[in-house]
């Protein structure tokens, strides 16, 4: 197949984030001629770029998204353009202000100027909680979006639409891609979702009873963040174009199942400490149907829940004691 990353200019916002680092180090397996990351460091870190930093062929510049100027610099020259930079749920929820100038406006500028200076294709980072609860299981890309309540999912949702309206417009190629509960190796520590990991993990650390919040039964769909970035460059180097995918493990996960999963790789005993719940959670199931990612972009995700527990846990108690060193 013909390599389109080999000698090409890529630009990807969020690229030192969780998954936007991965997404560099899967790229510069490919003989690109250029990197380019746009960061404002916010969430990313110098940490996860760690690998790559000092690579040539990688420029990182320390800026923000919503500085259009340093957006069009960015772009200019770009063959293909990766925009994963974006606000965790809580932030938007917190300050829907702020997520709109980030989310929506920037991502807007960003789809403009794409189109303005020709990029071949945009591969949009979005996610599952468009669905909100879905109505079906696994839950297909035509599942209907309506029931996403926050202003998260909402902001995702326009962007996908964002850049298909661009594309029958200006014949601006891009993918969106739907990811699920991503978790693995540098991964954010106080995420909304994924962070009941890192606080079993500290349970685990400190030998203290883990804690479920309700019955244990929601279930998530687990991927591992290099399957992830993989999927981001299956999007890229295919020939489809406006289309969405979903990027999940195809497996549904209970809270119950996860820790007790965590609590086996760690061959730990404790037991978890039931507690009731405290807020309503509208999204009590997730399940990916992953048959168009196969179908058109030859994706299937690779690392079982176990795999991904089993190295997520060895770097978190591997950075624990570098900590406790310090
Ligand atoms: N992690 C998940 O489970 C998950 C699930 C679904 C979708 N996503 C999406 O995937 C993408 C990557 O997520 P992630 O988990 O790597 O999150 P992350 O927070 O680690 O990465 C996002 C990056 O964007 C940067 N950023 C934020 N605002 C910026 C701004 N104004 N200007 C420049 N940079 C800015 C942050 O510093 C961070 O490095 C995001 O678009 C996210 O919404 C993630």
Not at 39 to 52: A, I, Q
Not at 156 to 177: I, N, T
Not at 275 to 298: G, I
Request: proline share 3%; hydrophobic share 40%.
């Amino acid at each position: 197949m013909y390599n389109k990353i080999k000698n090409a200019q890529i630009f990807i916002t969020g690229g030192a984030g969780f998954i936007g680092s991965y997404v560099v180090e899967e790229l510069l397996r490919e003989q690109p001629a250029r990197i380019i990351i746009l960061d404002n460091l916010v969430r990313g870190s110098f940490e996860n770029m760690e690998s790559f930093l000092k690579n040539p062929i990688v420029e990182f510049i320390e800026g923000d998204i919503r500085d259009k100027d340093l957006l069009e610099k960015c772009i200019t020259g770009s063959d293909y353009v990766f925009h994963m930079a974006a606000l965790r749920i809580n932030s938007c929820a917190a300050n829907p202000e702020n997520g709109f100038e980030v989310m929506l406006r920037a991502t807007f500028d960003l789809a403009d100027l794409c189109a303005k200076h020709k990029v071949k294709k945009v591969i949009y980072s979005s996610s599952a909680s468009v669905y909100g609860l879905a109505q079906n299981f696994p839950t297909p890309e035509s599942d209907n979006p309506y029931n996403n309540q926050t202003f998260y999912g909402a902001a995702k949702l326009w962007g996908e639409q964002l850049f298909r309206s661009f594309h029958h417009m200006y014949g601006l190629d891009y993918v969106a891609l739907r990811y699920f509960n991503v978790y693995g190796v540098r991964m954010d520590t106080d995420g909304k979702y994924t962070e009941v990991m890192i606080r079993w993990l500290d349970c685990i650390r400190d030998k203290k009873a883990p804690l479920i919040y309700g019955d244990g039964s929601t279930t998530m769909d687990f991927v591992y963040v290099r399957d992830v970035a993989k999927a981001n460059v299956a999007a890229l180097i295919s020939d489809v174009s406006d289309e969405v995918f979903n990027v999940g493990n195809n497996e549904e996960t209970s809270l119950k199942t996860l820790l007790e999963t965590l609590l086996k790789v760690n061959q730990s005993n404790l037991t978890p400490e039931f507690r009731e719940e405290s807020t309503v959670n509208p999204v009590s199931r997730r399940l990916a149907d992953n048959t168009r990612a196969k179908d058109q972009l030859n994706f299937e995700p690779t690392v079982t829940l176990e795999e991904g527990l089993r190295e997520l846990s060895k770097w978190y108690f591997e950075r624990n004691l570098i900590k406790s060193r310090i």
